[in-house]
DNA sequence: CTGGGGACGGGGCCC
DNA sequence: GGGGCCCCGTCCCCA
C-alpha cells in the first residue's frame, strides 16, 4: 500500500495552467480540474499534477527548499485568497444536471449576489478520469471588480493561495439525489472564485470540502480564531473536508506551481487552513459540524502560539493529505514521492480497518450516519456501501476485542486518550492533540527564518539551530559537534564500534499500538 | 556517516 | 494530589 504524505495545495482540484495552450481554446486563465487520469500510463501534458510535479521539480532543483513549494506566506499576507464568507450557497440553474459552457452561476454571500461565469468543460468520461472527475473550467468574474480581484481569482485556485475547497451543495444534497453527487469547488479564495462541479456518474466521486472563509487581513493566528491556547474560533467558521471512499486524498489544493516557481521567495504556500485538512469523512450537518469543531478545537488548542514572540510563528498550517487510494484507481499516488519528506500518513482506510474505535471516533461513520451525500446513495451505490459496511464492522469488531483487553490490562487506563483517527492511546489530551497533527498535517510553527513548518515547537526549535549553527552536542573524543542530540549519540557509535542497527526498535509506529 | 525532520515518552512546573 | 501544559530527550527515518 502506498502511502505518501503531501502538503495539501500540492495537489490541487483545480489548477489554473497559465502557459499551456488548451486544446479548444481556452484562455489562459483556465482552471483545470486535475483528477486521476485512471488507465493512462502518463500523464497527460495538460495535466495539472503533472504540471505540478514538473514546476516542483523544478524548484527542487533551484535548491528550493521543499517547503517553499507550499508555504506561500506572503500571499497570504496580501490577503489573497482569502475568503469573506463563513457560509455560502451556489445556486445552480434549475434544469441543468451539469455546468457546461457559460453558465452565470449565483453566488449568494449572504450581503451580496455576484454572478459568475463558469465553463466547464467535462471530460469524456468522467469515472475514467477517477475520481472527482476531470474538467477544465474556466470562471469569469461579471461583476465589477478590480484586475487585481480577477487575477486572485485565477491565481487563487492553482496556487492554492486561497482555501481553494470544493463544498458541498447542501441544499442539493439533501434531496436524495442518488446516483448524482453534486461539489461546489472553490476556485479561489474570494467569493467571486467559485465554481460547482456536478457529474452524473454513478460513482462516489465527490470530493467535498467545506469552506472556511475569511478575506479579512488578520494575522493568521487572528484569522484562525486562536486563542490564548490556539482555539478554533465558533463553529459558524469552521469548515470541513470529507472525502468519499472513493475519493482520491490527493485531491489537494495545490499552490500554483508555475508561480511558486518563480518566485525566488518562495513565498507562496499553498497552505489550507488548519481545519481544512483532508480529513475527509465529514460532512457539515449541525451535528457532525460541532463534532468535528470538537475535534478542530482540540487540534489547534496547543503551543499554537509564540509566546516569546520571536521565533515561533504561528501562521497558516501546512496540512498533509493522506495520498493512498485503492491501487486500482491512485493512479496519481506517485506524485507525491517527490514532495513528501518524513514519514508517511497513515493510511486511513489501514487504520480504519485496524483501528478498533473508528466506531466511535472515526469521522468516516460520522459519514455514514450523516453525511447527506453518503445517505443519498441509491442503489447502484449498495456495493460501496457494503464494502463501507464491511471496513466499518471489521473496525468494531477490533473495537471490541481492543475493550475487552483493556478491560484487563492497565494500559488502557494509563493511556486513555485515543486519537480519532488511528485509535493510538496516549496518557493525555495534549499528546494526542500533537499527535493528531500527524493525521491533520497541522504544524502550528514557522520558523521565522525560513517558513518551515513543524507540529511541534521542539521540532522547530531544534530546527533552528540549522540557523544559527549552533551545535551544542559535542563529542568528547573526537570534538565533532552536533546539532541534534540523537546525531552526536549516532556519531558515537562510530567510535564504540556499535551496531546502531542492531538495537532492535522498541517504539512502536502509531497503527501498531492501536 | 551526517544532517535534519517526524514522532513520541517522560518529567518538571504551575494551577 | 491531579491535571494541564510545556520542554526536553530519544528514536526513527530519509536524503
Not at 481556452?26 to 503533472?50: A, F, K, L
Not at 481544512?276 to 465529514?282: Q, R
Not at 457532525?288 to 510563528?313: A, Q
Not at 473496525?395 to 485509535?423: D, H, I, P, Y
Amino acid at each position: 500500500m502506498h502511502n505518501s504524505k503531501h502538503s495539501v495545495g500540492l495537489y490541487h482540484h483545480l489548477v489554473r495552467q497559465p502557459h499551456r495552450p488548451q486544446p479548444q481554446g481556452s484562455p489562459e486563465d483556465d482552471v483545470v480540474c486535475t483528477t486521476h487520469h485512471r488507465g493512462q500510463t502518463t500523464c497527460p501534458p495538460g495535466h495539472p499534477q503533472h504540471q505540478m510535479f514538473q514546476e516542483a521539480k523544478k524548484m527542487k532543483d533551484n535548491n528550493h527548499p521543499s517547503h517553499c513549494l507550499f508555504t506561500p506566506l506572503p500571499s497570504r499576507r496580501r490577503g489573497e485568497g482569502h475568503l469573506t464568507l463563513g457560509h455560502r450557497s451556489i445556486v445552480k440553474p434549475a434544469g441543468h444536471n451539469t455546468w457546461r459552457d457559460d453558465q452565470p452561476i449565483t453566488v449568494d454571500e449572504g450581503s451580496g449576489t455576484s454572478t459568475q461565469h463558469v465553463i466547464m468543460i467535462e471530460s469524456a468520461d468522467a469515472e475514467a478520469a477517477g475520481p472527482g472527475g476531470s474538467s477544465l473550467v474556466k470562471q469569469e468574474r461579471t461583476e465589477g471588480d478590480d484586475p487585481q480581484h480577477s487575477r486572485n481569482i485565477q491565481t487563487g485556485a492553482a496556487a492554492g493561495v486561497a482555501h481553494p475547497v470544493v463544498t458541498e451543495d447542501l441544499s442539493t444534497a439533501a434531496t436524495p439525489q442518488p446516483r448524482t453527487l453534486h461539489s461546489i469547488a472553490e476556485v479561489s479564495g474570494k467569493p467571486n472564485g467559485v465554481l460547482k462541479r456536478e457529474t452524473d456518474t454513478e460513482t462516489l466521486t465527490v470530493t467535498k470540502r467545506l469552506l472556511h472563509t475569511g478575506s479579512d487581513h488578520r494575522s493568521d493566528t487572528e484569522r484562525l480564531g486562536l486563542g490564548r491556547l490556539g482555539c478554533p474560533p465558533a463553529p459558524a467558521s469552521e469548515y470541513l473536508l470529507y472525502d468519499d471512499l472513493r475519493t482520491v486524498h490527493s485531491h489537494l489544493d495545490s499552490g500554483d506551481a508555475t508561480e511558486a516557481g518563480n518566485d525566488p521567495s518562495c513565498s507562496y504556500t499553498p497552505e489550507m487552513e488548519p481545519v481544512n485538512m483532508a480529513l475527509g469523512l465529514e460532512t457539515q450537518t449541525d451535528q457532525s459540524r460541532e463534532d468535528w469543531n470538537r475535534y478542530s478545537s482540540s487540534v489547534y488548542s496547543e503551543g499554537c502560539l509564540d509566546k516569546k514572540g520571536e521565533v515561533i510563528v504561528v501562521d497558516e498550517v501546512t496540512v498533509k493529505v493522506e495520498g493512498n487510494t485503492p491501487p486500482t484507481w491512485n493512479a496519481d499516488s506517485h506524485l507525491g514521492d517527490g514532495y513528501s519528506q518524513g514519514r508517511d500518513f497513515l493510511d486511513y482506510r489501514e487504520s480504519l480497518e485496524t483501528n478498533p474505535n473508528v466506531a466511535t471516533h472515526s469521522p468516516l461513520h460520522t459519514l455514514r450516519d450523516r453525511d447527506p451525500v453518503f445517505t443519498s446513495m441509491g442503489p447502484s451505490d449498495s456495493h460501496n456501501r457494503v464494502l463501507f459496511d464491511q471496513v466499518l464492522n471489521s473496525n468494531e469488531r477490533a473495537r471490541a476485542q481492543v475493550q475487552e483487553r483493556g478491560a484487563t490490562s492497565g494500559a488502557s487506563k494509563k493511556k486513555q486518550f485515543l486519537c480519532m483517527f488511528c485509535n493510538k492511546g496516549f496518557s493525555c489530551p495534549q499528546k494526542v492533540e500533537i499527535h493528531q497533527r500527524v493525521h491533520t498535517g497541522v504544524k502550528p510553527f514557522s520558523c521565522a527564518q525560513c517558513h518551515m513548518r513543524f507540529a511541534e515547537a521542539g521540532t522547530l526549535k531544534r530546527h533552528q539551530r540549522v540557523h544559527t549553527g549552533e551545535k551544542p552536542f559535542v563529542c568528547h573524543l573526537c570534538r565533532a559537534s552536533f546539532s541534534h542530540s540523537f546525531n552526536l549519540k549516532r556519531h558515537q557509535r562510530v567510535h564504540t564500534g556499535e551496531n546502531h542497527t542492531a538495537a532492535p526498535s522498541v517504539r512502536s509506529s502509531p497503527t501498531s499500538t492501536s
